[in-house]
């Protein structure tokens, strides 16, 4: 294909100077590497039945599959597989201190089978401890749960809490209810009681999920990726805060990953200006809708939406209201990736290092 | 302008693309139908290796549910967000009907560009007694 002559010294110097914490990458685990930590039964389960994986987006995805094409690693295997080249093109590259991975099994929270799901949650957290955190202290983690059964995901985070590499709890936004509701309380109880933010991740509708939007499933990937993920947040958003998850927890935090942010300033106000009629309804938010959005929630900012008019996405910024809201994200090896030295270039000279790097650290008490 | 001798114009057989190094620029030199061209291996975009894309045609359409694909080969798209570029003259593919952009009292700064997106520089390449060369 294509010739790469080898690149000069100046080239793989890292990009740039500045702290980084990527607060949202992707390691690729399959159905095989969790075999290892599968028992007797669960691998008589695969065994029998066949079964290669999760379900998955039924949009065929650009970038075979969804990738970024140069991400492939070169000794083989799927992108974010080889813990060697994620080392060389994303932490060495970009000058990354830490990153968050984000598994591609989070969907399991949405397999019918619930006993199957709290198998492969609990393997894949082991096995991402092993083959990831424990060869590079750069690399975090976010905890998956099988959010389909509250309990065993409140044990799950149990058995993690207490190491320092494992910073979150990890939610798909693809779910049966909005995530106020109180079927998943017991796994914020849990979170709260460790200091552990709950990130809510893009996830695809599958063969066993609603479909993603309100009228059914779109034609094109174009408009799941474009819309799809913020119609998901805009609902857990508003459940979150109007089912009381704040008032019980206060000091509860929610990360919002890859559903945009242009749409949070409309929620807000909307919020606010029903909430001053309708509060007897929901008497437990005491605070308007959108005092709890800016002091609960964070976003990461990939994809980064890029206005005609640069300016318009600072305005946005500035109508959300608070310096510490964003956290800076690739999504390495996605092919949606956003360039730490380019993607933020719209917003406040000041605000980039707090977004690339200082609001993580703070959050996520590195 | 500097001459650059890249390899001999044999070893690049039509639909194959060579990646170098000149002058601290990393260039692609593509082969497109028997024709050389050289392209900036960066992303008007958000600075992508876009020389390391892949080698597409141009898809229209006259109407939902119509497709065709024509002038395969000559479309380099970009493997970070598949923005296309013409690889023999390094135009973006998209907004081919480009509307009037406002003008705004910014300052530039390299980033994800407003309005029209840019073209990605080229640079000529000649064929010197078998010799590939780039003149940048």
């Known amino acids: 294909m294509a010739r790469v002559l080898p690149e000069s010294e100046e080239s793989t110097r890292p990009k740039t100077t500045q702290l980084i914490i990527d607060a949202d990458a992707h390691h690729t685990v399959s159905l095989k590497d969790l075999r290892p930590y599968l028992s007797d039964y669960w691998n008589h389960f695969i065994d029998n039945t066949g079964v290669a994986g999760i379900p998955s987006n039924p949009y065929p995805k650009t970038g075979h599959g969804g990738i970024r094409t140069d991400s492939i690693p070169p000794s083989g295997g799927r992108p974010g597989s080889n813990y060697e080249f994620m080392r060389q093109q994303l932490l060495d590259e970009w000058n990354i201190s830490y990153a968050i991975l984000n598994s591609n099994f989070q969907m399991l929270a949405l397999l019918p089978h619930t006993d199957f799901a709290i198998a492969l949650a609990s393997a894949t957290n082991r096995w991402t401890k092993e083959h ?41 936004s693809s779910s049966d209810k909005p995530y106020g509701h109180r079927r998943y309380h017991p796994i914020y109880a849990a979170a709260a009681n460790h200091g552990l933010p709950i990130g809510i991740h893009l996830g695809g509708a599958t063969a066993s999920t609603p479909p993603p939007s309100p009228n059914g499933w779109f034609s094109f990937y174009i408009e799941f990726h474009a819309i799809g993920g913020a119609l998901s947040m805009m609902t857990h958003m508003a459940s979150l805060v109007c089912e009381g998850v704040f008032s019980k927890w206060p000091d509860l935090q929610v990360v919002m990953m890859e559903g945009g942010f242009g749409w949070i300033p409309s929620v807000m106000w909307r919020l606010d ?55 800076f994200a690739t999504d390495y090896p996605h092919w949606d990736f956003d360039a730490p030295d380019r993607a933020l270039m719209p917003l406040r000279k000041d605000l980039r290092p707090k977004i690339l790097y200082e609001n993580a650290k703070e959050l996520y008490r590195l | 302008m500097n001459r650059h001798v890249v390899g001999k114009a044999a070893d690049l057989p039509p639909g194959e693309r060579l990646v170098v190094t000149l002058d601290g620029r990393s260039v692609g030199i593509f082969n497109v139908h028997g024709a050389y061209y050289a392209l900036l291996n960066r992303c008007s975009h958000q600075g992508g290796p876009l020389c390391l894309g892949t080698l597409v045609g ?27 570029f013409d690889i023999r003259t390094g135009k973006a593919i998209l907004d081919p009907h480009r509307s009037r952009v406002k003008t705004y009292q910014v300052t530039v700064e390299p980033g994800v560009p407003a309005g029209v997106p840019a073209d990605v520089e080229t640079y000529a390449v000649s064929v010197e007694s078998g010799l590939l060369v780039v003149h940048m």
């Open chain 1, 132 to 172: 990831w955190l424990a060869r590079d202290p750069r690399l975090l983690a976010s905890i998956v749960i099988p959010a389909q059964d509250a309990e065993a995901s409140a044990q799950e985070i149990e058995r993690w809490a207490h190491d320092r590499q494992f910073v979150q709890i990890l939610l798909p």
């Open chain 1, 273 to 327: 200006k029903d909430w001053k009629g309708m509060k007897h309804e929901v008497p437990w938010v005491t605070r308007r809708p959108s005092e709890y959005i800016r002091a609960h929630f964070h976003f990461t900012t990939q994809p980064i939406e890029e206005p005609e008019d640069p300016a318009h996405l600072q305005q946005i910024v500035d109508m959300i209201g608070n310096d510490k809201f964003f956290l």
């Open chain 2, 58 to 84: 141009l898809a229209e359409s006259n109407q939902p549910g119509e497709y065709t694909m024509t002038r395969q080969g000559e479309i380099i798209r970009c493997p970070w967000h598949a923005w296309e």
